[in-house]
């Protein structure tokens, strides 16, 4: 186990003494010949069958029952609020509003998925959906920090966090932690902090509205020095730095500010590749489509492969999942805007070899009311929503837990926030108990006390 | 009636059912005697910390606070069959019987089971459903919640005995170092002179001290030096610069908003006031009601109503007045809640917004709390306002809503000529081609003139108005500056016709207005009026507001009636700022959610004394600063850090990472091109050449910069109470090709060329000097000399500009020891 003050300083000493002291030929060389030293930091537990994850976010919240939990019922009773239901959440709602969308069974496996969300459809033989997820608050901020940070206390470290803590990264020449948003979400940098895991640990977040890597990435390229100028510097700069940290204690950002120049410094080179989308084929760009999101999902795509551990895709600025009003007519257009890259996104993956040992999860911060918010919007909800996994150890073709009637509150074989990361840990091949890391006197996880890894949905 | 308010009334008659249950059988009143005594006290013990209403988090949906959730079960079913316990779930469950082990962290006493289980078997007695649930909702006991410490007095305390008695210097040191005893710490060394310098000027000004001031100071052995260092820093304009900017963090200052939303006056000039405020050391207690209410003080003129940026800089939202009422209320509403979350969290370290739709979940505020300072913010308009008397300005204000309307005019008048002119030329050309066909046209030359005629008197309508415009922006003052400020005015959400889907208006009414307690912070279902006053667990008898919008009733409560809570509040802030972690690590929660003190006795007396000393922020500074737990070394002992890794005693001082304004002032002031002008309007930092103090750096709400985003300036949408800190590759990317450095580096060796012309080791020395205010060492010097090598000309330069660069990227220039 580690300890605040004396956790893997001697592996990150290593580590950047040893790129420190590496000549420019011998880096340029790891660079085209690829894995470079694994800072592997607390080792699986167990053989993983996820190597990688990741996230698809819908911030603000899509409302299950309009894409994967269709719930007749709601026709029936629709205006009502019917006698004995347990529908009430902080803000006032009026009666059931029936989702307008409407079903299919797909794939061999007949799950049945919304209309609007045609080619995914086609995906759905790969994923489990999650029916049953809830979590423990009902407002955007804790919960983007539950689903996140697996509490809604601000100062805990992410889950991307808690991944790159459990296994390292396998890119040294890329963030092994990347948040992609064309904007912000809400909270921000909380949701993709190391707190106290060590601080080289956080995400790296990037606005990728501008899809040129030169652009997107904040002053990737110099102009004035060459990389064998600049990898002279940086030795200066370690040599200088080793200097000053020689005589000091408790020196976790110190090392961590020198790796992440490290990291910087072989981001010049590969990240301009690795961040470049123009480098696919017209026929893989036109499988994704255009958007924000396309770009995202192929971003994802294109950095999971070169290694990085952690790749999470906001599907865009602020909260624009979260229809308090017009809910039935934004959904399409939030659909239309997911369902071709994420179905191009799964196929690829595929067609690479890679789905099987990368995750993809997909979901919002909770779901959304089957009652109407003002006739036509839809509340928060995290008394029930659905998630979906898929890929990296996971079964496809199914569903797991069910809502209620209404498709308000998860009722059967319930997953918790803290279940699902218990599981995506499990499937990362950590044992959710057994990944602490001691703070302020307390061992701390990112399941805290709880979670359950949910076996039933594992291949 | 419409579709939605049906459902609606609806939804409310159906919140009050609950699923029925059925009543357990009438006991006896012996049966339920045995209840309450014996099996209630065990239910609260072992089982409500995850079974009941108060639990954090309600596991397996089960309750057994109260008969119905007995009766009903959980998720895992039904929890009782009455006289069976080898039936009932609840006793399986205790004698970890099936798999479902309760309580989880360990198997119950044995007696407690066998007391269970004859319960289970004497029928499970308890109280009928009906009762409980009748219970009336928890009220707050206000006279309990002001025992929390954070809302006790402050007193002085008693100087705690310690060891080391001639360690200590200062009161401070007495509570720290007795504490440190306490846990068998001892504190470390004195830091070297020329680290404390360092340490010291960036602390009081953001920037680094010059190679001279440090030499003199270390080779200054007059006692009194270090405390005539402290008196010349604050006493330095650039003082208020770096305090201002720790406030302006809480009160989410910003130059810019959002294109789309209205941003009354100039927001710099708050800034600036905040700047001078804290020059002026004005005290604490006066800052806070100027902030709120200045325009309703007697003792400030006009020339002090930019201290009422802090409210009139509030991030506004969005209302599309084409939308009904009902949704632009809530919008509204979304807007008062912002101004108490930040009032309350910054001057308070209180989240009273939480409030706004149920009494707080762990604070003594109630929902009426909240809507008693609603009330305040509802009757308090933003607008701009000059700083000169509002009788010489009136003309002026007069003149520019006149021009403001006559230029709407000659808008309206220049289409119309504009579609005029577009007519005629499309009739001309018709006329030409009808000309062509038929050549007998005389009608078309008529109508040709009577638009003419008609398009003169639209030209002279616009010369007259242009004129009259020119005539009213010659009054006096009517260019006048503008300062963020506020009115006393009410808004009122109004429906602009008859029905929602006519829209919505916003009116403003002189006076002020209470507001109805908003049924679940909803403002389209308000309850009760709540009279504006107060927070009541703060106020020994709160009493409404009756002076206008209440503004300066309530800054006078919060610094007379909580007192104690403002003081120490801000005496935390002050400490954060000195020591990188505050006595209270929350600084801006100071109720049950928040961190306890590490040093309550400490901070009790810091905040009592500094109140006796007229609320002065720079005597606050100086006890600080002068104290010996200040003034420590950053080395911990292996000691230290095997009891104490997060410091927490203060057994050293903190080794803190430079904010990106002193990191960016310290490389400008080192490479000699630092701008020192005080005030005025931002600019943008990435612009070349800009070499102003990052703090007058252009803010934006809507669009940050990305480079003061990527080093972690706060959010300028919310209260800030501590900066994150995070490391990245982004900065990293930052370091190796932003422009920053390479400018900083290229004008840092014309600076050292300038000096010291061709010296290699003079310009190795100085540099050294100049950003880490120390000499190098032979091992640096050696380290420089081999990167810059025997090089001369356009070759020296560039090395010398790359070396210069990874000077200014190395960790200590960034870190404070």
Not at chain 1, 70 to 75: I, S, T, V, W, Y
Not at chain 1, 384 to 413: H, I, P, Q, S
Not at chain 2, 739 to 746: C, F, G, H, S
């Amino acid at each position: 186990m580690f300890t605040d003050h004396s956790h893997n300083r001697r592996h990150l000493l290593k580590l950047g003494g040893g790129i420190g002291m590496l000549g420019l030929a011998q880096l340029l060389s790891a660079e085209e010949t690829g894995p470079a030293p694994s800072a592997l930091t607390y080792g699986p537990h167990f053989a993983p069958k996820a190597k990688r994850v990741i996230h698809l976010f819908m911030n603000g919240g899509p409302f299950q029952g309009d894409l994967f939990d269709p719930k007749p019922a709601l026709e029936k009773y629709a205006g009502e609020r019917p006698e004995g239901a347990d529908l009430v959440t902080e803000r006032p709602t009026g009666g059931l509003l029936p989702s307008p969308f409407k079903f299919q069974p797909r794939g061999e496996s007949g799950v049945p998925v919304s209309e609007l969300l045609p080619q995914l459809g086609q995906c759905i033989d790969d994923i489990c959906v999650l029916r049953s997820m809830h979590a423990d608050n009902p407002n955007h901020g804790p919960a983007l920090l539950q689903m996140n940070n697996g509490t809604i206390v601000p100062t805990r470290p992410s889950m991307g966090a808690w991944f790159l803590y459990g296994l390292g990264t396998e890119n040294p020449d890329l963030p092994g932690y990347v948040v992609l948003c064309p904007g912000r979400p809400v909270r921000f940098s909380i949701l993709w902090n190391s707190a106290f895991l060590p601080s080289s640990f956080q995400g790296t977040y990037i606005n990728h509205s501008k899809i040129d890597p030169a652009t997107m990435i904040p002053h990737l390229t110099n102009s004035t020095w060459d990389a064998q100028t600049q990898r002279r510097q940086l030795d200066l700069l370690q040599q200088l730095n080793s200097v000053h940290l020689e005589t000091r204690t408790e020196t976790s950002s110190l090392d961590a500010r020198s790796q992440a120049i490290e990291t910087a410094y072989r981001m010049q080179f590969r990240g301009s590749e690795a961040f470049d989308v123009n480098r696919e084929t017209k026929a893989t760009r036109e499988a994704y489509g255009t958007g924000h999101f396309a770009n995202g999902c192929l971003l994802a795509r294109r950095l999971v492969e070169r290694g990085v551990r952690f790749v999470q895709v906001y599907y865009g600025n602020g909260q624009p999942w979260d229809t308090h009003s017009k809910h039935n007519e934004t959904v399409p257009n939030l659909c239309k805007d997911i369902d071709r890259p994420i179905a191009a996104l799964l196929t690829d993956l595929k067609q690479r070899g890679l789905l099987e040992d990368t995750l993809v999860v997909w979901g919002g911060e909770f779901g959304r009311t089957p009652t109407s918010e003002n006739g036509n919007g839809r509340d928060h909800n995290h008394h029930g929503f659905t998630m979906w996994l898929a890929g990296g150890g996971v079964k496809g073709g199914m569903t797991y837990g069910e809502t209620d009637e209404f498709g308000f509150k998860a009722t059967v074989n319930k997953v918790h926030v803290h279940d699902l990361h218990a599981t995506i840990l499990h499937l990362l091949g950590l044992d959710h108990e057994q990944l602490t890391f001691r703070h302020a006197g307390r061992d701390y996880r990112l399941t805290d006390v709880y979670g359950q890894v949910v076996h039933e949905i594992i291949a | 009636m419409s579709i939605r308010l049906r459902l609606a009334v609806c939804g409310l008659i159906l919140l009050s059912n609950m699923p029925l249950l059925a009543d357990p059988p009438a006991f006896s009143k012996e049966d339920l005697a045995y209840f309450e005594r014996k099996i209630r006290p065990l239910l609260s013990a072992r089982c409500y910390s995850c079974h009941s209403k108060d639990a954090k988090i309600l596991h397996g949906e089960l309750r057994v606070d109260s008969s119905a959730g007995l009766i009903q079960g959980g998720e895992s079913g039904p929890l009782l069959v009455p006289g069976k316990p080898e039936e009932s779930l609840l006793i399986s469950a205790i004698q970890y019987q099936d798999g479902l082990d309760m309580p989880p962290k360990g198997k119950l006493p044995d007696a407690e089971i066998a007391e269970l289980v004859a319960w289970v078997k004497r029928g499970a007695p308890m109280p009928p459903v009906n009762e409980q649930l009748a219970q009336p909702a928890k009220q707050i006991d206000f006279e309990a919640a002001r025992q929390f410490w954070s809302f006790q007095p402050v007193q002085e305390h008693s100087q705690p005995e310690v060891q080391l008695a001639d360690w200590p210097t200062q009161r401070i040191d007495y509570f720290i170092l007795s504490a440190m005893e306490r846990e068998g710490l001892s504190p470390a060394v004195p830091a070297d002179r020329d680290i404390l310098i360092r340490r010291l000027t960036f602390d009081l000004t953001g920037l680094p001290p010059t190679p001279e001031e440090v030499q003199a100071f270390v080779a200054n052995d007059s006692p009194d030096a270090y405390q005539e260092l402290v008196e010349r820093l604050l006493a330095a304009p650039q003082y208020g610069e770096k305090w201002g900017r720790m406030w302006l963090d809480l009160v989410r200052y910003t130059d810019f908003t959002a294109s789309w939303l209205e941003q009354p006056g100039e927001p710099y000039f708050y800034r600036d006031w905040v700047i001078k405020a804290f020059n002026d050391d004005i005290p604490y207690d006066e800052f806070v009601h100027r902030q709120l209410a200045t325009d309703l003080m007697a003792e400030t003129g006009p020339e002090d109503l930019p201290a009422l940026g802090l409210i009139s800089l509030s991030p506004t939202y969005w209302k599309e007045l084409k939308l009904p009422s009902e949704i632009i209320k809530v919008i509204v509403a979304d807007e008062w809640e912002e101004r108490i979350a930040a009032v309350s969290e910054t001057f308070l370290g209180l989240t009273v917004a939480c409030a706004r739709c149920h009494d707080h979940k762990f604070d003594p505020i109630s929902s009426e709390d909240y809507y008693a300072l609603a009330g305040v913010f509802a009757s308090t308009r933003s607008i701009g306002r000059p700083m000169i008397p509002e009788k010489e300005y009136a003309p002026a204000r007069a003149a520019i809503a006149e021009v403001a309307k006559l230029e709407q005019e000659v808008k309206k008048l220049n289409a119309a000529i504009a579609k005029r002119q577009k007519e005629a030329k499309e009739a001309a050309k018709k006329a030409e081609e009808a000309e062509q066909e038929s050549p007998d046209a005389g009608t078309t030359a008529a109508t040709a003139e009577a638009a003419d005629e008609a398009m003169t008197d639209l030209k002279q309508q616009v010369a007259t108005l242009t004129s009259r415009i020119t005539e009213l922006k010659a009054t006096p003052h009517f260019d006048a500056p503008l300062a963020s400020a506020v009115s006393e005015e009410s808004v009122a959400v109004e429906r602009a016709g008859k029905s929602p889907q006519d829209g919505t208006r916003l009116a403003y009414h002189d006076g002020p207005q209470d507001l109805p307690l908003f049924s679940r912070g909803d403002p389209n279902r308000p309850g009760e009026v709540v009279p504006r006053r107060f927070l009541t667990v703060l106020s020994p008898e709160p009493k409404p507001f009756t002076q206008g919008s209440g503004r300066l009733e309530l800054a006078r409560a919060m610094t007379s009636d909580a007192a104690p809570l403002a003081a120490r509040v801000i005496v935390n802030r002050i400490w954060h700022g000195h020591f990188g972690r505050g006595l209270v690590n929350t600084p801006s929660d100071f109720g049950a959610q928040g961190d306890l003190p590490t040093h309550p006795e400490l901070l009790d007396d810091l905040a009592a004394r500094f109140m006796a000393n007229g609320w002065s922020i720079k005597w606050l500074h100086r006890e600080i600063l002068l104290s010996a737990t200040w003034q420590q070394s950053s080395q911990p002992s292996a000691e230290a850090l095997s009891i104490d890794p997060a410091n927490l005693w203060l057994s050293h001082m903190n080794r803190r990472r430079l904010d990106f304004e002193p990191w960016r002032d310290a490389m400008l002031s080192a490479s000699g091109v630092l701008d020192l002008t005080l005030g005025g309007r931002s600019s943008n930092l990435d612009q070349p050449g800009n070499h102003r103090r990052t703090l007058y750096g252009s803010i934006h709400r809507h669009e940050m910069s990305t480079t003061l985003l990527m080093h972690d300036f706060p959010d300028p949408n919310q209260h800030s109470p501590k900066r994150s800190q995070t490391i990245t590759a982004l900065q990293g990317l930052f370091l190796l090709n932003g422009p920053l450095l390479a400018e900083q580096a290229k004008n840092l060796v014309a600076r050292l060329e300038r000096e010291f012309p061709g010296q290699t080791e003079e310009q190795v020395d100085r540099a050294y000097w100049l950003l880490l205010s120390r000499q190098p060492t032979e091992q640096e010097r050696a380290l420089a000399l081999g990167f810059v090598g025997e090089t001369s000309g356009e070759d020296r330069l560039s090395r010398w500009q790359q070396y210069a660069q990874v000077l200014l990227a190395t960790n200590e220039f960034l870190y404070l020891d």
